[in-house]
Every structure is written in structure tokens, then in C-alpha cells.
Nanobody
Framework: QVQLVESGGGLVQAGGSLRLSCVGSGRTFSSNTMGWFRQAPGKEREFVASMSWSGGATYYADSVKGRFTISRDNAKNTVYLQMNSLKPEDTAVYYC????????????WGQGTQVTVSS
């Protein structure tokens, strides 16, 4: 069974930091672009960050640029999201996902981890 499992979410004060992890199992994701998305209550899911399989290309939403950093360890089948200078508007459920053969189409999704930033 192919799975992506996120962890590391929690409650943090504004200005604080969290590091999310996403571990894949059931297959290797070392050749996939990996991404992080988030969905706040009452809002649509939005892109946060992505990283190519080699780590050579990274992309960030403007809202997190300079504060969040995506990284990966292919040997551990794991992708990370370091989140610094957190703001209340970063509150959301965060999902990791693996891109398939079609660019921009993410075929595998985790169950999500809640991040809550208090003001």
C-alpha cells in the first residue's frame, strides 16, 4: 500500500517555527517532484512549495517565500517543510503530495497534519 504520512504539526505562537515531515512507504518517491499544500477552514487547498526529484528546482508560494524551506532526503523517502516566522494566516491542514508523470498533477496525497498559529 502506497502511503504518504505527515507529522510535525501542532500549535505554535506567531513568530515561532515548526518542521513538518512526510514519509513515503510502499514505493520510492525519489524520482518524483514532491510538494506541500495547505487548506485553511473555508478555503480551497493551495500550493505551498515543491521540490524536484534532484532538489535542483524549488518553488514557493509568494505568501511563504523567505519563511518556509522545502527539503528532501531521498534515501529516507522523506520530504520536509521548515516553517519559520509563522503567522496566524498560516493556520491550515498541511498535506504533502507526490507528482506523477504529468507535470502539476499530484497522484499521491498524505492525510494531512494540522498547523495552528496563535496570535
Amino acid at each position: 500500500q502506497v502511503q504518504l504520512v505527515e507529522s510535525g504539526g501542532g500549535l505554535v505562537q506567531a513568530g515561532g517555527s515548526l518542521r513538518l515531515s512526510c514519509v513515503g512507504s510502499g514505493r520510492t518517491f525519489s524520482s518524483n517532484t514532491m510538494g506541500w499544500f495547505r487548506q485553511a477552514p473555508g478555503k480551497e487547498r493551495e500550493f505551498v512549495a515543491s521540490m524536484s526529484w534532484s532538489g535542483g528546482a524549488t518553488y514557493y508560494a509568494d505568501s511563504v517565500k523567505g519563511r518556509f524551506t522545502i527539503s528532501r532526503d531521498n534515501a529516507k523517502n522523506t520530504v520536509y517543510l521548515q516553517m519559520n516566522s509563522l503567522k496566524p494566516e498560516d493556520t491550515a491542514v498541511y498535506y504533502c503530495a507526490a507528482e506523477g508523470t504529468l507535470a502539476g498533477l499530484y497522484n499521491y496525497w498524505g492525510q494531512g497534519t494540522q498547523v495552528t498559529v496563535s496570535s
